[in-house]
């Protein structure tokens, strides 16, 4: 099930103040259901963020990130027209990616 990223950018200047939101159930491998079996480990890895195709920001997570992440940033030297994009692949395999063209 990949899902998409909830991705939101506003430029200010040449400032781009960017947010995401990432709908991912982001589960430890530690709990348990409601018949005591462990809920297995299933959390996002790594985060990728690109600038017009080049990589901005790279970021590489583990099980203690909570549940639906969001995550909020500045990027400089933008300008309208940029594309910024988010892509996510996490432990299982599954991936997700959202993109905004900034205004």
Known sequence: MASKVKIRGKLSGTIAKVKFLIPHPMETGT?????????????????TLYKNDQVVMTANWGASVSKDPYLSFQINNSAAGDVIKVDWLDNQGESGSGEITLK
């Open 31 to 47: 709990r348990r259901d409601a018949d005591g079996q462990v809920i297995p480990a299933k959390y996002i890895e790594t985060i």
